[in-house]
């Protein structure tokens, strides 16, 4: 609204300023012209200042604007200058330079900016400009300037031909501008060309009015009359202010119709030449005005000519560069991974690239026999009648799509499909963007056994620490029977049965807790045969029901690794498993072997299986890669075994060994088997992390009783730990929670605590703290009892390093225990 406001304030001032000077013509002449320049003056500055925000095409357009406006203003003073000297004519030399106040807006219109920047179009388009300008000069000359400068000719002829000109060419304008609104629809430049429209619109009309009166010899400067340029100059000012800036989308701007511009470059060239030719006859002049009509039109013919030759070559290297992108995009699609496939709209072959050739395993001329049904698997060829639909209505399809090969295999790709339609809008091709997808589907149905392996472990893990409590009941009952010694003979043996099998399950239970909990980033020093004992035992009766033999030749003494153990048992389960796995349905045997080797400890996981074949003994480590039966592997066992060593600082290698199958039965006699070698860095530090506490003094006997804190919430747990450490010698205080322990911490003092890691009221860290407060020597003689060792280090990781009496325990191990922590007081 302010620009209307503005050009109804502009005109009142105009026609007021145009009044009160009606008594001094000159006056007046220099003030009015003076007022319509000034606006022609800033539209030009306008688009000065703003030439910077447009590219291409878009300033192509207002520069052709302003150079129109620019040269009218110079007519214009040569107008206001012949009128101030008493020479005042229509027809004159400023009357070219006037009339390309209308020929720059117009010839703008071929620039089509709401078609996009098209940058590397713009120097075409320019050429073309020019020739429509020469053109529409060339009739200006031929119709006005000649008849002017011939003696007989001279008159009021020329300025009836120049206003009639003038109105064709306003009418153009106008057609062109609202031609442009309706092709600009659906562009940012529609409400850019409303406003040029509007203007050229009601300046057309009010020049209508202004001809009329200077044909009549009525028009005077300052009048009503010069609404015919306000009007339009100010919406002009309007458009090109609120016009829109170029941006990165304007390249990819669709034309609504095919542009020849062949045609529309030959145009200029085929009418100067007939238009000056034709006229020489229909409309003689005689000499000199037709020697000057033939000399100006040789001359303009030729220029359209040197025009339009310098419009083929930049055309020409529009088609090259295009060529050069379309051998670029081209040289992408036969490089990307991605498979492509164009069909015609019929669904018949059109084009595959390379990756999409090489995965349906048919030659390209096998392809185009075929049709895009003849590609999927068997109940997706009605997919195709789906898709062509889908993507008419919506311009995209995306989905899943099975794919068959030539050799009869399948395989899932994620599909994308697009159409490509001709300029009335007709769908011609289809193009078809899939990725194979298998492996994916591989990585996610992996994850989703994970997950799954990862919640029964959580539940293996409760219900196997909770096995603890009660088995721990039964151990130590069995242990104070035996002490009392009031079994004898078939009762002792039963008892001691007893006792096995109890530490049995207790050793089941800790196995699972061991390889059930999750990874920590914690490494602590762990002996590699211990490692080796845990695993076999954790398969052994499953494999004994299978007739396969575990044998463990173990080095002599300790191996110790500073690892993760859980991961490292992991590696080595994984490597039993894989063992078995290759022996079959046969008997078998699987050696699990520890070696010491300077500065680095092996164990090696030998089967006797069928062994593995040279081919494929370097792929094993792939992931994904499988030997295994469909459904019955992922390919990722032994990936994840060999980052999970190699994270270590140590190796996981594949080596064949030789020999033969050790039942000696009907099998082939040169079964070699497999060999598979874990290393890791030996820890130096073995001697100080297994050292035995020999060397510190232990109470003498006779000394008095020494005092034992019992903090355990189970009351038959706490009730058999009391009993235990009793007869040794201890003053048992019980309690069964963080709050009774910490006041008994606060009332009296202790020589040994022995403290559940799981409290009914917070955890065994806590009493661990007030401990440390009360008694800080006593912080060597605190004892964790669990039955998950895990969750020490999980309660803080200070105290990872601390004694832990494991249940389900015998008297034994406490007695091993006590024996370890008792130092003089």
């Known amino acids: 609204m302010r620009y209307l406001a503005f050009g109804i304030l502009y005109s009142a001032v105009y026609l007021g300023l145009g009044a009160a000077l009606g008594g001094h013509p000159t006056a007046r002449t220099v003030v009015a012209d003076s007022l319509l320049l000034g606006l022609a003056i800033a539209i030009c500055a306008a688009i000065a200042r703003r030439r910077r925000e447009w590219e291409g095409t878009h300033r192509l357009f207002w520069d052709a604007f302003g150079v129109g406006l620019a040269l009218w203003c110079v007519g214009q003073i040569g107008y206001t200058y012949d009128t101030i000297t008493g020479h005042r004519t229509w027809v004159e030399w400023h009357t070219m330079f006037s009339l390309c106040g209308g020929i720059g807006p117009t010839v703008a219109l071929l620039v089509m900016p709401h078609r996009g920047a098209r940058k590397a179009s713009s120097p075409g388009i320019g050429v073309e400009m020019i020739s429509y300008a020469i053109m529409m ?3 200006y000359a031929y119709f006005i300037m000649v008849p002017k400068v011939v003696p007989a000719q001279g008159g009021a002829a020329p300025q009836s031909a120049l206003l009639m000109l003038v109105q064709i060419q306003r009418f153009v304008l106008f057609a062109g501008l609202a031609a442009c609104v309706f092709f600009s629809a659906e562009t940012p430049w529609r409400r850019t060309f409303e406003r040029l429209a509007v203007g050229a619109g009601v300046g057309f009309v009010l020049r209508l009015v202004t001809s009329s009166a200077i044909s009549g010899d009525r028009y005077h400067e300052g009048s009503v009359y010069d609404l015919a340029w306000i009007v339009p100059y100010v919406f002009y000012l309007w458009a090109v202010l609120e016009s829109p800036k170029t941006t990165a989308d304007d390249e990819d701007v669709p034309p609504r119709r095919a542009w020849n511009g062949g045609l529309v470059s030959a145009v200029p060239v085929l009418a100067m030449p007939a238009i000056g030719f034709g006229l020489l006859r229909v409309q003689p002049l005689g000499d000199p005005g037709d020697s000057i009509r033939l000399l100006l039109t040789t001359m303009a013919t030729v220029a359209g000519l040197g025009l339009l030759t310098v419009r083929v070559s930049t055309q020409s290297g529009e088609l090259q560069r295009a060529d050069a992108r379309l051998r670029l995009l081209a040289a992408a699609t036969e490089q990307t991974g991605d498979l492509i496939l164009i069909t015609r709209a019929n669904g018949a072959f059109e084009h595959a690239n390379d990756a999409c050739v090489q995965a349906l395993g048919y030659t390209r001329e096998e392809l185009s026999q075929m049709m895009l049904p003849q590609l999927l ?7 195709v009648e789906h898709i062509g639909t889908e993507v008419r209505q919506k311009g995209i399809w995306r989905g899943t799509l099975i794919h068959r090969r030539k050799d009869g295999s399948t395989f899932p790709a994620s ?5 490509l339609r001709s ?4 769908v011609t091709h289809f193009v078809g963007v899939q990725r194979d997808i298998t492996d994916e589907l591989k990585l996610r149905d992996q994850l989703v056994h994970s997950e799954r392996l990862s919640a029964v472990g959580e539940l293996v893990a409760g219900v196997a620490h909770e096995i603890n409590n009660p088995l721990q009941t039964i151990v130590g009952c069995v242990e104070l029977l035996i002490e009392e010694r009031k079994a004898t003979g078939q009762q002792l043996a039963d008892l001691q049965l007893v ?3 109890a530490a049995r399950a207790g050793q089941i239970v800790r196995n699972l807790l061991s390889f059930v909990r999750r990874s920590s980033p914690e490494r602590a020093v762990a002996d590699l045969n211990q490692i080796a004992r845990a695993t076999a035992a954790l398969r052994e ?13 173990l080095h002599q003494g300790t191996l110790p690794v500073l690892v993760n153990r859980e991961e490292i048992q992991q590696i080595v389960l994984n490597l039993v498993l894989n063992a078995e796995h290759a022996i079959g349905d046969e008997p078998g045997s699987i050696t699990i072997r520890t070696i010491s080797r300077e ?7 030998i089967d006797d299986g069928p062994g593995i074949p040279p081919e494929l003994r370097g792929r094993v480590f792939e992931p994904f890669f499988t030997t295994k039966e469909v459904g019955q592997g992922t390919g990722l066992g032994l990936s994840i075994a060999l980052g999970i060593a190699t994270a270590h600082g140590g190796s996981l290698e594949c080596e064949e060994v030789g020999g033969r199958r050790s039942d000696g039965g009907n099998s082939p006699a040169n079964r070699r088997g497999a060999c598979f070698v874990l290393t890791l860095p030996a820890h130096a530090t073995v001697e100080a992390a297994h050292r035995v506490l020999d060397g ?14 019992i903090v355990e919430d189970e009351a038959p747990i706490r009730a058999l730990l009391a009993r235990l450490v009793g007869r040794r010698d201890y003053q048992i205080v019980e309690t069964s929670s963080c709050t009774e322990a910490k006041a008994a911490c606060a009332a009296q003092t202790f020589d040994l605590v022995l403290c559940d890691v799981r409290l009914s009221d917070g955890n065994g860290g806590e009493v661990l703290r007030c401990v440390r407060e009360r008694q800080p020597d006593l912080g060597r003689r605190f004892v964790f009892v669990t039955g998950d060792i895990g969750a020490v280090a999980a309660t803080e990781r200070e105290y990872a390093d601390m004694p832990v009496l494991t249940k389900p325990f015998t008297a034994s191990d406490l007695d091993q225990l006590l024996a370890s922590v008792e130092v003089v007081v």
């Open 137 to 139: 000069a060339f009739i």
């Open 696 to 709: 510190l003094p232990v109470r003498p006997a006779g000394s008095g009783r020494r005092r034992a804190l």
């Open 499 to 501: 006792r096995q099998e």
């Open 377 to 383: 698997e068997r109940g997706f060829e009605r997919m």
């Open 541 to 553: 009766q499953h494999l004994r029901d299978r007739n396969i033999r575990v044998m463990l030749d």
């Open 423 to 426: 300029g009335e809008g007709r």
């Open 415 to 419: 599909s994308t499909v697009v159409a």
């Open 599 to 605: 500065h680095a400890y092996r164990i090696e996981v």
